[in-house]
């Protein structure tokens, strides 16, 4: 390490779950990290909501006053690990505004104002990294921005959200209810104890913003992102969704094609044989399809201090290496190109639907006559169980693809049918195989 060169001071924006984890590496590797980039790396002010917690970083680095870490001229880089919009925006857009180069976690501030902050960062010569903020420790903005540069980029199908992840896994594995397996990976700590967020996709959906974003080059708000939960799923979907040879899984989907940028986030049906389908528990995975590259499947731990620090990390030895050189934004991420989103009602999907009908002759001809008209097409339908007590029978179908506005009437005129009790579930289905 050139000892003669200054320090560069990291001044920190929260010290929870991330920031502690980013601490300990920043302390218990000062030495190799100042070795490998030629300089010394200190802590120099870190910000916290309560002085009195007990903390692992000296008290002396401690502050209750955001001003002496994003102000203070004795910083040189800020990492941003305060979650949430407010205040944080406010604090990375004066950091960056200040001449500071930010690293942040924070999904939900980089979906909803990636593009602003990105071009604050461009106006006043910083960098902005947020590698952290989709998929924990797994390299994913890094190879949108480097790696893959060279390819139009027409999907991608991910599984962004451990704790939905862990829930379906037992729900597969297990046949446990979704109550039963929320309730598990809230005492597992895999759970917040509100879990809307997670369950109902809107974490999914933050994520999927971002990664569509930079799939794409423009802009996508994360309202623009159709969202659909676990909550109604029920055991026997799962059970059906095994004999037809699927798992279902809480999946991430973008396409672009000459219509559009479809985003969608809901539970699908992924083929059980094929490796996205057989990332369990709070593993994350992305898989990605490039017209260069066909696709590729990036996995692992998308949670907790460890893979989130050694990504908040690895945008602090690029962003060093850049002020060593003088430079930055050296490959950026671009956000700017504008994008038309597609009505989730054009996105064309293959559908499995589960409805119970009276245990009667003509019922099945009554229900393929609404697909007909409604331009749907049906390639498996199979009957299930029958309850002689009500007289009713569950039948299975599978549809070949079709838009979801069609699919959308086709369920209105079925449940409407007098032969038909109800619709129980319509999930959508993703045939993936590695061909693609
Ligand atoms: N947890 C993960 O595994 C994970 C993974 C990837 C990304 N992320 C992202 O990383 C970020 C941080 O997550 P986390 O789990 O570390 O959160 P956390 O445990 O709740 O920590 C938040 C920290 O920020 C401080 N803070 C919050 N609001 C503040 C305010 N207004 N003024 C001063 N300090 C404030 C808190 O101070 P006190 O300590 O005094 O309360 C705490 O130290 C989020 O954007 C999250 O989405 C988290």
């Known amino acids: 390490m050139d000892r003669n060169r200054a ?55 401690l502050t209750a006053s955001a001003s002496d870490v994003i102000d203070s001229p004795d910083i040189d880089l800020v990492v941003e690990v305060l979650g949430g919009i407010d205040p944080a925006f406010d604090y990375v857009r004066r950091s960056l505004v200040n001449g500071k180069h930010v690293i942040t976690a924070n999904k939900e501030l980089m979906a909803n104002h990636g593009l602003e902050l990105l071009t604050v960062a461009q106006e006043h010569g910083c960098d902005l990294f947020f590698e952290a ?148 528990g709070v593993e994350n995975a992305v898989r990605i399809k490039g017209d260069l590259l066909g696709h590729a499947l990036f996995a692992g731990r998308g949670a907790g201090p460890g893979p989130t620090s050694s990504a908040i990390v690895a945008d602090l030895i690029d962003l060093v290496h850049n002020i060593n050189s003088g430079t930055h934004a050296r490959i950026p991420a671009r956000f700017d190109e504008g994008l038309v989103i597609k009505p989730m009602s054009e996105v064309i999907s293959r559908y499995y639907f589960r409805v119970w009908v009276a245990d009667r002759a003509g019922v099945l001809a009554r229900i393929g006559q609404v697909c007909a008209t409604t331009g749907i097409s049906i390639a498996a339908l199979v009957q299930k169980e029958a309850d002689p007590s009500s007289g009713t029978a569950e039948i ?35 045939d993936l195989t590695d061909e693609d």
Do not use: W
């Open 7 to 61: 320090p560069v001071r990291v001044g920190m924006l929260g010290l929870g779950t991330v920031g502690a984890g980013v601490a300990d590496v920043l302390q218990g590797k000062d030495s190799s990290l100042g070795r490998r980039l030629g300089r010394p790396i200190v802590l120099g002010k870190v910000l916290v909501r309560d002085l009195n917690k007990t903390r692992s970083v000296p008290s002396g680095l």
């Open 133 to 280: 903020s989709v998929g924990g420790g797994i390299p994913l903005i890094g190879p949108f921005r480097q790696d893959l540069a060279a390819n139009e980029i027409t999907e991608i199908h991910a599984i962004i959200n451990g704790t939905t992840n862990y829930i379906l896994t037992r729900m597969t594995e297990d046949g446990a209810s979704f109550h039963q397996a929320l309730e598990e990976a809230t005492e597992k700590g895999y759970a917040e104890p509100d879990p809307t967020n997670d369950v109902d996709g809107h974490d999914s959906a933050y994520k999927l913003a971002i990664l569509a974003s930079l799939a794409f080059g423009g802009p996508v708000p994360p309202e623009a992102v159709y969202k659909e939960g676990i909550r109604h799923l029920s055991t026997v979907d799962f059970d059906y969704a095994r004999e037809l040879g699927y798992t279902i899984k809480l999946l991430a989907t973008s396409k672009r094609d000459a219509g559009g940028v479809e985003v969608r986030v809901h539970p699908a049906l992924v083929t059980r044989d094929y490796l996205l389908s057989q990332v369990s």
């Open 396 to 430: 299975v179908i599978l549809t070949h693809a079709a838009r979801e506005a069609d699919m959308q009437a086709a369920v209105a005129g079925i449940a409407g049918l007098e032969v038909v009790d109800r619709v129980a579930t319509l999930l959508r289905v993703e």
